[in-house]
């Protein structure tokens, strides 16, 4: 996160802990993996061994170290750290609130979403030429939309979304899925996005010629018919749940944008020397069918997804996907993916960077469609100044 790395451990069974990853005795990256197992901690450069609670546990040639005692406690600086719906979350700040304090209502809207059991498929990050900021402004606003995704007019409403602002700064969406853009013809068959749901729920495209407007609700009926039997637990969940696309904004870099059956976290990250660039994190989850309730192995496809899981249950030796970093032109060369939506959505942001930096641009105008990036400027400057 920008200049630090912070190590996270679990030293217990059920139990995280997380510390700057820095040897306390000159200084020296600790850990240099991205992931792994081990039992100790041990510096590379001269072997200081601490636990995976953070306690320093072997000083080599301890007896070098004449009348001073301060060996004995030189143990990992740690990091506040706390688990919200299976997501860990790191906070740099002593001041700053409890976590559940923090998300305020948040916790008790999502909960039922259980983004602990999905399963990771695909980790990706890509280095911009913009500040985090820009990142997050972008998925603040819906203004956008239908300039810069053709296909959403095929698959959401984004005329009909509801914003919500939260206190510290939180945001939320809600956007009607499975059906189309009424600023645009409504068309006479279902598109393309439409098809590929409704063969998933096993129902026909065919019986909604004339009727794309009904899709909506013939989707959230299926669902709570076909649930059961495939796998996936809808009880508890609203009929508008079940059909749209939410995305919450939590102050002040994680985004989750999610339906009943799928989730992507996003998180733009300070570059640890220039702001005029960001590091900007995706990872892809999907809920797979539990497999204790299901008789049908045939997937359930969530509203408006650019990727979707192959098959209904978790493959067999499943094991956590490598992290790909890569540069944007790699994504604008064919490259590299992150799904048409992401691909768009960053397009744009190193020119708006370049920009809003340039002195013939003074200030900023916004809608009604942009209170969301208001209500997250307005945290920023309250804590920053």
């Known amino acids: 996160i920008g200049s630090e790395e912070i190590l996270v451990t679990c030293p217990a069974a059920g139990r995280i802990a997380a510390f700057f990853n820095v040897c306390?005795?000159?200084?020296?990256?600790?850990?240099t993996e991205e992931c792994g197992n081990t039992a100790r901690l041990r510096c590379a450069y001269h072997a200081w061994t601490y636990r995976l609670d953070g306690t320093l546990d072997?000083?080599?040639?301890?007896?070098?170290?004449?009348e001073d005692s301060r060996c004995e406690d030189r143990h990992l600086a740690p990091v506040r750290v706390d688990v919200w719906n299976g997501l860990v979350f790191v906070c740099l700040n002593e001041q700053a609130p409890d976590l559940q304090d923090?998300?305020?209502?948040?916790?008790?809207?999502?909960?039922?979403?259980?983004?602990?059991?999905?399963?990771?498929?695909?980790?990706?990050t890509v280095r911009l030429d913009c500040n985090w900021k820009a990142v997050v402004d972008n998925?603040?606003?819906?203004?956008?939309?239908?300039?810069?995704?053709?296909?959403?007019?095929?698959?959401?409403?984004?005329?009909n979304d509801?914003?919500?602002?939260?206190?510290?700064?939180?945001?939320?969406?809600?956007?009607?899925?499975?059906?189309?853009?009424?600023?645009?013809?409504?068309?006479?068959?279902?598109?393309?996005?439409?098809?590929?749901?409704?063969?998933?729920?096993?129902?026909?495209?065919?019986?909604?010629?004339?009727?794309?407007p009904e899709i909506r609700e013939a989707v959230q009926k299926r669902k709570r018919e076909i649930g059961p039997e495939r796998g996936f637990d809808y009880d508890g969940f609203t009929d508008e749940q079940l059909s749209d696309i939410w995305q919450f904004n939590l102050f002040p870099n994680a985004i989750l944008s999610f339906s009943t059956e799928h989730l992507w976290v996003l998180r733009p990250r300070p570059h640890p020397t220039d702001p005029n660039r960001c590091l900007f994190d995706k990872w892809s989850l999907v809920r797979f069918a539990d497999p204790a309730i299901a008789t049908n192995a045939r997937a359930v496809l969530g509203p408006g997804r650019d990727s979707l899981p192959a098959t209904a249950f978790k493959p067999d030796g499943y094991s956590r996907p490598a992290r790909d970093e890569f540069d944007y032109a790699q994504v604008i060369s064919g490259e590299k993916d992150m799904t048409d939506t992401i691909n768009q959505d960053v397009e744009l942001l190193a020119g708006v960077q370049?920009?809003?930096?340039?002195?013939?641009?003074?200030?900023?105008?916004?809608?009604?469609?942009?209170?969301?990036?208001?209500?997250?400027?307005?945290?920023?400057?309250?804590l920053v100044g």
């Open 24 to 31: 306390q005795h000159r200084g020296n990256r600790l850990a």
């Open 354 to 382: 370049a920009g809003m930096r340039s002195a013939g641009f003074t200030d900023v105008v916004l809608s009604n469609e942009e209170l969301r990036v208001q209500h997250f400027h307005d945290q920023w400057q309250r």
């Open 162 to 212: 509801t914003v919500y602002l939260y206190p510290n700064g939180h945001t939320g969406l809600a956007v009607p899925g499975a059906t189309i853009n009424p600023r645009f013809p409504v068309p006479d068959e279902p598109t393309d996005i439409h098809r590929t749901q409704l063969e998933s729920l096993g129902l026909d495209a065919e019986d909604f010629r004339g009727r794309v």
């Open 102 to 124: 923090f998300l305020g209502p948040i916790p008790e809207l999502l909960d039922r979403y259980r983004f602990g059991d999905l399963t990771l498929l695909e980790d990706q």
């Open 139 to 159: 998925f603040a606003e819906l203004y956008h939309v239908d300039f810069l995704h053709p296909q959403h007019q095929r698959m959401v409403d984004c005329c």
């Open 58 to 66: 072997i000083v080599p040639h301890k007896d070098e170290f004449p």
